[in-house]
């Protein structure tokens, strides 16, 4: 026997990631529990109405989702996301969250905040979730409300808010970067930056509509930023910059010209995450929602998912050659928004060029002076 | 200041606490404030410490523990026993062990 039983280990340094990594185990998953929403955001990729009944009759249970929690356990998950739309809207959020706390997850929240009330409060603070990620869609009412499309949500957001950051409980901030809110950016940013010593990120890259909604997706259109203003949005956060300027040589790889590989998936996409949507869905990758790359977790395991399904997934090859010659062989993919996820909302296809992204990738690779 | 340990006492696994086996790293994961200092701590046990935990059951004292070990194990009694008080003093410590009382 021995001494030095117990050894504390913040999660960034835990031993387990490599390990788990390597034998091709679960890491974590995304949960949604619902595509509905409080607010109507311009730019959302998945919201519907918060009283949408027929999405809410699809919604899987408590007990669906317990028994999907347990099989993630059994294949090694650790962490766990809960995100939507907006999971607050759920009747059952506590018991969904304390189900899946006591199951032994860490548990992630992404909300817009503006539902927290003091219930919400106490839960956190008696079972406090690793964190919770709130969008901030502007910092003026009237900017956050261009962009939510619902009067009294700014005042609803910031009152969640601050009910969150007064009792202590740990929020990381995300921002959409959208031509409705362009213009506040720096303030989104400085707000953000005061209220948290851990993490904000804005986001300038909007995902199509998962239902691949024509109307939906023309808003989303008409909300994305020029490539050459994400640029300088980019420019203008330091950190951001740093950051692309120091991976760069990571990021342009010349050798991809000569590259001959036809295969789709180059990304980690279901090794070692998943999604599940609300209607009980498995996905790869949460942005992977080609009907093909589905799986009914009603119909089957998620170890047969995860161990059976992915791995054909992983397996798609592309014979479109204008895909090939312009994507697969592209030297600055990485700093592209490419994959095959992203290329089927736009496009229907896993494997199609878009033009957008490719006028972004470039006009970063141009700031980053290569 | 807690209650005084003794080797005499009955102690019990806190529900608060969720033990796991990942990949044979054995973690215990805090499920309520007060346990882990910030959320992105969870505390992994060796393999000493697992056997402990795993019979620190609310029924048997520390010193019943430890005699079981002794029984299933040939080490040196003293050891077994440092190991056993010290292992439950550092989770009482940390309340991922409580003690039963009987009222």
Redesign the interface.
Known sequence: MQNGFVENISLPNFPLWDSLKEKKKVVSFDLEITSRCNNNCRHCYINLPAQDKKAKEKEIPLSFIENIADQALDLGALWCLITGGEPLLREDFTEIYLSLKRKGLLVSVFTNATLINSRHIELFKKYPPRDIEVTVYGVTRETYEQVSRVPGSFERFRRGLDLLLEAGIKVRFKAMALRSNAHELREISDFCRERTKDYFRFDPFLHLRYDRDPLRNEEIISERLAPRKIVEIEQADQQRFDGLKSGCDSLILPECEDKVCNHLFHCGSGNHSFAVSCEGFYRPCPSLWHPGCLFDLKQGSLDSAHNNFTPQVRQLRSDNQEFLEKCRRCTIINLCIWCPAHAYLETGFLDAHVKYFCEVANARKEMLGK | MGPAFSIEKVYRRSQDV???D??G?F???P???GI?E?????????E??RL?WERIDGKKNLKQISDGLKQD?S?NSQ??EA?VC??TE??LK?KMVEEVTNN
Do not use: C, K, M, P
């Open positions: 969720v033990a796991r990942i990949q790293e973690i215990l994961i499920i309520t404030s882990a910030a959320q992105d701590e969870i505390f992994s046990l060796n000493t410490g402990i194990y080490e050891d077994i190991d010290g292992l550092e989770l940390r």
